[in-house]
């Protein structure tokens, strides 16, 4: 059990700015930094911080998601990008991850934990950083699962998580789909009883603005659920995000999904800490209430927010939940320039492994 993330090291906005600069400052600290190389404007920021402090010390996995007919401005974005990240971290190699098989078979997350197995981390790395801002579920839950177990395993390797936010771009980033849902690569536990007991399944899934048509199909494969609690990012710094979210999934809600309205959870869009508590009581609770009468089951479903899809991750991983996921064909992004007063990006960062965690006990305390 991982009881120090309830109470993990988390930094946010201009304090990991401070954080960078003064815990990589030490000459004895190298860094793997894993992040993507798409069109994602984000997909620079974190890398840039860490060039600034770390220099030479800083080596880089850049990954590219590879979708059948991008678009050509999206992948000029891409290449502009990647042509960047070169440019901060010279000491780096881009990993290009096909997301769907020849039969179109979504198979990004077997793929990057083949790619990350192929290029180990190296001995002299002292802190691992998973840069997870424009990264995919598909991708960036395998990559966090393996990279995590990793560092565990290492005697003096910490391993971060680090994420640049921001729910307004989020909203301009749209997707085609793809025609199917599947469980995430490492998130797939039995979802069938496999005993004299009934299966009892609570569904999570996390509303996001224009995800409906791709949860409903989620919902569809998944089946009978016992429970479907959505998962609404609350507080946020829109007061009204929640509102417009439940008026957008309204029919879903009501004729779909048969949702109790007191069965709606909520979490705090700008610290993954706050899902990562609220599904883990929800997870003790149901298990406890199910224990010798069903066979309890919870599936995640992670959309928008990368914050809240961090803190379903590590819910998933402590608690061994499911996640299920519809795959992306192809995207599409809104790339007006931003207009003055608008919302800057948030940045948040985690350790959840690590050397500084060593003294603490059973209870999380130190």
Known sequence: MRSHWANCITNFDADVDDFVAEYFADPSRRVLLVAAAGFDPRSRRIAQMLSTTLGDR???????????????????????????????????????????????????????????????????????????????????????????????????????????SNPELDDRISGVSWSRPSPVKGFSPPLEADGERELAQIWIPQLARGRMPALTQIGVVIGRCYKICPLLPFPSRNPRRADDLLSEYQTALVDEWAVDPRDVVYASETNPLDCYRTLSTLKIRFDRTMAGTYEPRMVLSPAGSKVLAAGALMAAIEHGMAVQYLETESYSFDDRPTLPGAPSDMTVHLILSGPIYSSYDETGRT
């Open 58 to 164: 800083l080596s880089a996995l850049f990954i590219r998601e590879e979708r059948p007919n991008p678009s050509a401005a999206l992948l000029a974005r891409a290449d502009e990008n990647e042509a960047a990240l070169k440019g901060i971290v010279p000491d780096c190699k881009i990993l290009q991850v096909e997301i769907f098989a020849d039969d179109s078979a979504p198979v990004g997350g077997a793929r990057i934990v083949k790619l990350l197995g192929e290029h180990p981390v190296g001995n002299d790395v002292t802190d691992v950083i998973l840069d997870l801002s424009a990264l995919s579920i598909g991708v960036g839950f395998p990559a966090a699962r393996m990279l995590l177990e990793d560092c565990e395993t290492a005697a003096n390797r910490a391993f971060h998580l680090m994420i640049v």
